[in-house]
């Protein structure tokens, strides 16, 4: 029986040592892949910047209209669709990974092309009739507000499917662009890193729109408080808020560029590696000059793009630039 005994408690002995070798091992691969999903995680995020500006200055432009009491829940429903249409992209996007990772290039090249194309139609409008174009949305929102039986519940419900229908496209770049980042990963690091960059854009974007919808509230209120310091923070913040609005278009065209622009090069063997050797020749300045030829790659893609889209309208009767 003792005998018995010391062989059972050998056995428990081993086993137990097994198991702390064991969860020794899943610890370190846990944190491996805590790390993978971090370092991936930071990488996608980077990489996604380009539609982030654009995203924040248009979902931003959605409430124009809205009654200031309703701003905020406005941003609010055009964010549970943005969730929703993710809840949508993580999927699509993780089978295209397992079925038919040979996609996964084509539609960055197309994201990137998208890119560049919606770039290059700002600037085209802008250039072209871009103060008419700002003065004629305004008359017609104004006309429409002046109208004694509009219904302001049906116009809200409008801009909100509006925003969410724009935000499926520039959702789906978002998770295009991440998935290109992790398509050598294993299935549950790209689960963790696309889940993780949905969540992260949708709570930035929307967090900060609604903080940006919100500053000439603040503004306000600061300005008419007894305080002069109050005032002239006030007075500050109402003076920068169209202000900050113009930058982020600005900034979001500038990065639709560079973004799609790069990912455009890198789908291109020769063009990449041009451009690689471009950069090791300029030295410490190479990242300028990477960044300069991914914004040129950008321009030529979004201008040749715009071309064949005006041209394809002009033959079906559509008016050119339509956006």
């Given at each position: 029986m003792a005998t018995s005994l010391l062989a059972l408690?050998?056995?428990?002995?081993?086993?137990?040592?097994?198991?702390?070798?064991?969860?020794?091992?899943?610890?370190r691969k846990s944190a491996a892949m805590a790390d993978d999903v971090a370092v991936l995680t930071k990488v996608s995020a980077q990489k996604t910047a380009g539609v982030l500006g654009d995203d924040l200055?248009?979902?931003a432009q959605q409430v124009t209209g809205v009654s200031a009491h309703r701003e905020i829940p406005v941003v609010w429903a055009v964010a549970k669709g943005s969730l929703l249409n993710k809840a949508i992209l993580v999927p699509a996007a993780l089978a295209i990974s397992a079925f038919a990772?040979?996609?996964?290039?084509?539609?960055?090249?197309?994201?990137?092309?998208f890119l560049c194309f919606e770039g290059f139609e700002k600037v085209a409008h802008k250039v072209l009739h871009g103060g008419e174009q700002e003065a004629s949305k305004l008359d017609q929102l104004k006309q429409e507000l002046a109208q004694p039986d509009v219904d302001l519940a049906a116009m809200e419900k409008d801009k909100i499917k509006g925003a969410v229908r724009t935000d499926f496209i520039l959702s789906a770049e978002i998770i295009a662009i991440t998935l290109g980042a992790v398509a050598q990963a294993d299935f549950w690091t790209q689960l963790a890193v696309l889940v993780g960059i949905a969540?992260?854009?949708?709570?930035?974007?929307?967090g900060l729109v609604g903080g940006i919808v919100k500053l000439d509230d603040l503004g306000l209120w600061l300005s008419r408080k007894?305080?002069?310091?109050?005032?002239?923070?006030?007075?500050?913040?109402?003076w920068l808020a169209p202000w900050l609005m113009k930058f982020l278009?600005?900034?979001?065209?500038?990065?639709?560029?560079l973004v799609g622009g790069g990912i455009i090069a890198h789908g291109i063997a020769p063009l990449h590696h041009l451009i690689q050797q471009?950069?090791?020749?300029a030295g410490g300045m190479g990242w300028l000059v990477e960044q300069a030829a991914n914004a040129g790659v950008g321009i030529v893609t979004g201008a040749a793009v715009v071309a064949v889209v005006t041209l394809f309208k002009k033959l079906r009767g559509q008016p050119a630039l339509a956006h």
């Open positions: 408690l050998d056995d428990i002995a081993t086993v137990l040592d097994d198991v702390s070798v064991m969860t020794k091992v899943a610890a200055a248009l979902n990772p040979w996609a996964v290039t084509p539609l960055l090249m197309v994201g990137g092309a969540v992260i854009m949708t709570v930035g974007v929307y007894a305080s002069s310091t109050a005032q002239a923070i006030g007075r500050g913040i109402l278009s600005v900034a979001g065209t500038a990065a639709m560029f471009w950069r090791e020749a």
